[in-house]
């Protein structure tokens, strides 16, 4: 067992022991809203959102992106769950801006083992044990993150199983600042009719 799967059982059980009223949250959440945000280990959204257990939806994938698995989340948390509002919240410093579908898909290919980066670029250990697997997936990265954000907006507010009275707000958050900052063109698109 390594140190990090020791470290999590630890801190679970610790938690499970103070559990208490948390047992009795409802399923829907209490503030009735949805984040849309990156999985970057800096974003803590409970933080910067003022979420305490069970206000709130948070679905985390790489960038933040509306991808069919982000929306798919979005339909059940508003159909089965009530949420009225969404937030999208991409950030600063991105690692999804690092990289383009093809030098992805090239790492992929050369080695299945984790690439490494610096001032030159992505490298890999070209150790032959690749898939040209990635090929198959559109990887959603990132060259402008206020773009970006505009068109995640977009595909959400435009998709036959989203109703118009949902509010979309489009947000970057700075890693710097901890601030968040609107991109009025994003909420402009994501604005209820």
């Known amino acids: 067992m390594s140190a990090v799967h ?3 059982l630890a801190a679970n059980q610790a938690y499970a022991e103070s559990f208490g009223e948390k047992a009795q949250l409802p399923m829907p959440p209490g503030r009735h809203f ?3 945000t990156c999985m970057d280990a800096r974003l803590d959204p409970a933080k910067f959102a003022g979420l305490a257990e069970g206000d709130a939806h948070v679905i985390r994938n790489a960038g933040g992106r509306a991808s069919d698995d982000a929306i798919r989340s979005l339909v059940i948390s508003y ?3 009530g949420t009225k509002e969404w937030f999208v919240i991409h950030h ?3 690692g999804m801006e690092t990289f383009t579908d093809q030098i ?3 790492l992929l290919a050369s080695s299945l083992k984790t690439a490494s980066i610096d001032k030159n670029g992505w490298h890999d250990s070209s150790d032959g044990s690749g898939s040209t697997e990635g090929e198959f ?3 959603l990265t990132i060259g ?3 773009k970006s954000v505009c068109a995640d907006v977009q595909r959400i507010r435009s998709h036959p199983l989203v109703p118009s009275s949902i509010p979309i707000y489009g947000y970057l958050y700075d ?3 901890g601030r968040l900052i609107e991109v009025p063109d994003a909420t402009e698109i994501g604005k209820a009719l």
């Open 34 to 36: 949805t984040i849309l």
């Open 6 to 8: 020791e470290e999590v």
């Open 104 to 106: 992805m898909r090239g």
């Open 144 to 146: 402008d993150q206020a």
């Open 137 to 139: 997936i559109d990887w």
């Open 175 to 177: 890693v710097k600042t």
């Open 79 to 81: 159909k089965l769950l």
């Open 92 to 94: 600063t410093d991105c």
